[in-house]
């Protein structure tokens, strides 16, 4: 699910749209449950009682995504960011460093650091280990189709899109 709402800018208020938006999705498809929210200590975030159904929002200022499935998933969704050395330094794989500063035009650095980022994002979500947990241990190839993952225990699928009209990253990760 994909959607616009320009008039909430304050990312708490985006936050709990997006669990609304979650929960009416949830009960249009016809399923009937106590829809608790919990976190588990990583901050991934679950249904109490209903551990079957796994779901991860993400949000920027102006777009909301959601996605549900049987098995865990992870979605993250990002403006086109500018490459930010001292991210890429501290989070990313040496190899990602290393294609990204081959990469001589400073418009497709920043296009691929976002694409990075937000398979990354999707990855850690999907899995629940979190940003702080070894994110700079795994590498991902942007340049396949799909992304690649590489250095990773959890065997994954990466879908990962660019919404040119919107400058926008959508990138998506379930557990197979």
């Given amino acids: 699910m994909f959607g616009e709402d320009k008039t909430l800018s304050n990312p708490k ?32 975030p679950f249904f109490l009682y209903n551990k079957s159904l796994h779901f991860s929002i993400s949000h920027t200022k102006e777009f909301i995504a959601i996605a549900l499935s049987d098995k865990p998933i992870g979605i993250d969704i990002e403006k086109t960011r500018k490459n930010n050395k001292a991210v890429v330094n501290r989070f990313f794989h040496p190899k990602e460093i290393e294609l990204l500063y081959k990469t001589k035009d400073e418009d497709m650095q920043d296009i691929l650091f976002t694409k990075i980022w937000t398979i990354k994002e999707a990855y850690v979500k999907c899995t629940g280990t979190g940003i702080a947990n070894n994110f700079n241990v795994f590498q991902i190839n942007p340049l396949t189709s799909p992304p690649q993952i590489h250095n990773t225990p959890i065997d994954v699928e990466i879908q990962s899109y660019f919404i040119e009209e919107k400058g926008l990253f959508l990138s998506l990760c379930l557990e197979k």
Wanted: charged content about 40%; overall charge positive.
């Fill in 13 to 44: 208020q985006i936050s709990s749209w997006a669990k609304q938006l979650l929960i009416q999705k949830i009960e249009e498809k016809g399923f009937k449950f106590d829809s608790k929210i919990e976190k588990t200590v990583e901050g991934k």
